[in-house]
């Protein structure tokens, strides 16, 4: 329970976290909005300046000093403008990208483009003298540094989104890889240990076969004996990479369905649907079993002494074989269903939380297979899918 509560937290930490990278994400947008609205509003200003200094400009005469209003003209090296007359022909253009191959070409497009502009909103009407209908029309752009800027918040946000993608991606590989190594480490010293103690039982036994012959409960210990000598086997191999051999999946299932119902209530009852023809499949016997028997213990427990049913179902296709393991217990809550193969997750009071996790590993690393949770509503029982293929 504890564990499922620190699941609990973890999640609302993470959903915590994107909330606050939303909210600096949308200040960072309004900022940006603001900056260049203000931007904007300066390269109107300065057009309105010259817009003046193309006025003055026109009315010059011969006595007009126009060092001034030749300055304010040139110093406008980055804003694209465009200059038309009352009938709306072009008379002058700056800082203006064309690919036209004629001058008829590039006046057309500057033409379109002075067309663009009003459309945008973006002129302004200049009259050349009062009362009378002659004016200037000055249409202008924004200036490359202005469209830069409103385009760069976009490109820190995507390069931002992307550096944290490449964090978390390299968290959790390492992550996954400092548990591999607990893993590995934890099923060799749980073998080694165990292998004391089932030498020490194995003599005993052999002692007490030739001091006690006819005793009934000498095959019984043998049974156990041979059972912590599998158990030992198996985990030796966590962390190695045992070679799958072709192996028969009626076998497996069939040793599983005995060893459980030997082993649980009479109330449940386990119940083996395979198809009449023998299946074969590259695996490691061994391994493969432990997985079932985990998830089969796991029904047991999810039916808390109740009757009930284990079902243990196996379809095949051309090139995929897959077992499906159905209980009729409590089932799984929707928001943990995402969780049961978590290392350290568990409902139990009583439990590590390993068991699922360690069947993950089973299926997916070593026989390259899938396992998830296929079905489970709560009161209704659930179903765990395995799927291997055939050939690997």
């Not at 379109?112 to 002129?123: K, N, V």
């Not at 076998?251 to 459980?260: G, R």
Request: net charge positive.
């Amino acid at each position: 329970m504890r564990i499922m509560q620190w699941t609990d937290h973890i999640r609302r930490i993470k959903i915590g976290l994107v909330v606050m990278a939303i909210v600096i994400a949308v200040a960072s947008l309004a900022a940006s909005s603001l900056l260049t609205k203000d931007l904007a509003q300066q390269e109107r200003s300065r057009m309105e300046v010259w817009a003046e200094a193309m006025r003055a400009l026109s009315q010059a005469d011969e006595n007009t000093d126009l060092a001034l209003v030749l300055k304010v003209l040139n110093e406008n090296n980055t804003i694209p403008v465009i200059v038309l007359d009352n009938r709306n022909r072009v008379t002058d253009f700056r800082n203006v990208r064309l690919k036209a191959e004629s001058k008829a070409d590039s006046m057309r497009q500057v033409s379109a483009l002075a067309q663009q502009y009003m459309e945008a909103r973006q002129f302004i009407k200049i009259p050349l003298s009062a009362g009378r209908r002659d004016v200037i029309v000055v249409c202008y752009d924004e200036s490359m540094i202005l469209k830069r800027l409103a385009i760069y918040p976009y490109v820190q946000l995507g390069m931002v989104v992307v550096f944290v993608v490449l964090a978390i991606f390299a968290l959790l590989t390492l992550k996954r890889s400092e548990q591999n190594k607990i893993w590995v480490g934890l099923s060799k010293e749980t073998a080694h240990q165990l292998g004391t103690p089932i030498s020490s039982l194995m003599a005993w036994t052999t002692i007490l076969r030739e001091t006690y012959p006819h005793d009934a409960l000498l095959p019984e210990m043998d049974k156990d004996v041979k059972r912590l000598q599998l158990i030992a086997d198996r985990f030796s191999k966590i962390g190695s990479k045992p070679e799958p051999v072709p192996s028969s999946l009626n076998n497996v299932l069939e040793h599983v369905v005995d060893y459980m119902d030997k082993r649980t209530s009479k109330h449940v009852r386990i119940a083996l649907e395979v198809p009449n023809h023998e299946i074969i499949v590259k695996m490691n016997a061994s391994l493969f079993e432990w997985v079932i028997e985990n998830l089969c213990k796991n029904a047991v427990d999810a039916m808390k002494g109740e009757a009930g049913t284990i079902t243990l179902h196996v379809e095949e296709t051309a090139g995929e074989v897959s077992v499906e393991v159905s209980d009729t217990g409590k089932g799984i809550r929707k928001k943990d269903v995402g969780n049961v193969f978590r290392p350290g997750f568990t409902t139990k009071h009583r439990g590590w939380g390993l068991g699922l996790s360690l069947a993950k590993r089973i299926v997916e690393e070593y026989h390259h297979g899938k396992i998830y949770v296929k079905s489970s509503a709560p009161g209704r029982g659930t179903t765990f899918r395995i799927e291997l293929k055939k050939r690997q």
